[in-house]
């Protein structure tokens, strides 16, 4: 379904070429109503499977809504016709139709979860950022949209400053702004400026960044451990196959010794034995195979080279000491008896 999905947006690229729609108009015909077919018959299958609880996911429900636009574009072609003015906002959205790979795709629905969780902080945050720009959309009225010698077109009315204190907020051609109110002589413009850039822009827009980013390593952290889990199951049923296979193994031998003239069931184990290849898997349970010890034991092995290395440079330090201690004493002993002759 990946596939599909995938092939369907990269034919919604070449679909914005006209010469290439042009061209390829009947191919472009059949690949949609292949794709269609496609996302009908998932959706159907889906609901045959489990006709209660698929109404009860909401991914599920985001699938129904993709299939209902694309059945758009076809309704407004038959009810008004290929002229309607409206259908190429119809078309376009079709392009919404790649968001069918979030159901698919584990790391997408984990990042949504995220940003879901952040509902409620987000939305303080946006409050509080309102609040602001309605201070100094008041204040930068009240300061510089005066009608005589204000900027009217930046500072005119309410609407025009929030627009204007949001193109500073996103510090986008805040310095043209600002050209304009130097223009017209205001001395608390550049405080005025100054102040809500800092507020706004490394303040506010720091703090929203933030919290995406904190509730994002939470939910990463959270798919991790779910991740890990997953595989510690999937890794204990197999656990479970291969030691519930080897019990069936070992009664199969124990009915086996009625009919097989055996002195001893250790004799049996022996002759067992025998017939094990290297490829046969061995479920086992004492303490010196388990992970935590395997673990520990290759954390100790690591210390222990690192310590073997830092002896091993000890060593050649001292080799290196006592070769410098050798090379001086030869001239030691040749000082010392230049000075008994002296003193004779």
């Given amino acids: 379904m990946i596939s599909t999905i995938s092939t369907n947006a990269v034919y919604v690229v070449l679909w914005t070429d006209y010469k290439t729609r042009y061209n390829m108009f009947r191919i472009f015909e059949v690949m949609e109503i292949i794709f269609v077919t496609i996302y009908s018959a ?33 309704a407004l072609r038959k009810i008004k016709g290929k002229h309607y003015r409206y259908l190429n906002i119809a078309d376009g959205l079709q ?16 990042l949504i979860t995220a940003i879901g969780q952040t509902a409620y902080t987000v939305a303080s945050v946006l409050i509080l950022f309102f609040i602001l720009m309605y201070i100094f959309a008041i204040l930068g009225f009240c300061l510089f949209g005066g009608p005589e010698r204000g900027d009217v077109k ?9 627009f204007t204190l949001f193109s500073l907020a996103t510090v986008d051609g805040w310095t043209d702004l600002q050209q304009q109110l130097d223009k017209r002589n205001f001395a608390l413009s550049r405080t005025f400026t100054i102040i809500f850039i800092l507020l706004a822009s490394f303040v506010f ?4 960044v933030g919290v995406m980013i904190i509730h994002t390593e939470d939910s990463i952290k959270k798919f991790e451990r779910e991740l890990m ?10 656990k479970q196959v291969i030691a519930r296979r080897q019990q069936e193994e070992v009664s199969r031998l124990m009915h086996t010794q009625k009919d097989v003239d055996h002195k001893s069931f250790s004799e049996l184990v022996e002759n067992f034995k025998k017939t094990l290849r ?8 004492d303490f010196g195979t388990s992970l935590p010890f395997i673990d520990v034991y290759l954390s100790t092995l690591d210390n222990q080279d690192t310590t073997m290395y830092k002896l091993q440079e ?31």
Avoid: C
């Fill in 278 to 285: 290297h490829t046969d898997p061995m479920v086992l349970d």
């Fill in 229 to 238: 889990l997953e595989r510690h199951m999937t890794l204990m049923k197999e």
């Fill in 314 to 344: 000890l060593y050649y330090e001292i080799v290196h000491v006592l070769n410098l201690m050798l090379e001086d004493l030869p001239q030691k002993k040749q000082s010392h008896s230049l000075e008994k002759v002296d003193e004779k």
């Fill in 95 to 110: 392009s919404l139709r790649i968001l069918k790979l979030i159901s698919y795709s584990r790391g997408i629905r984990t």
């Fill in 154 to 162: 930046n500072w005119g009315n309410l609407a025009v400053a929030f």
């Fill in 42 to 74: 998932e959706f159907y299958m889906k609901l045959y499977v489990d006709p209660i609880n698929y109404w009860k996911d909401g991914y599920n429900l985001f699938d129904v809504l993709v299939i209902i636009n694309l059945s758009i574009p076809y």
């Fill in 205 to 208: 827009l720091s703090m929203f």
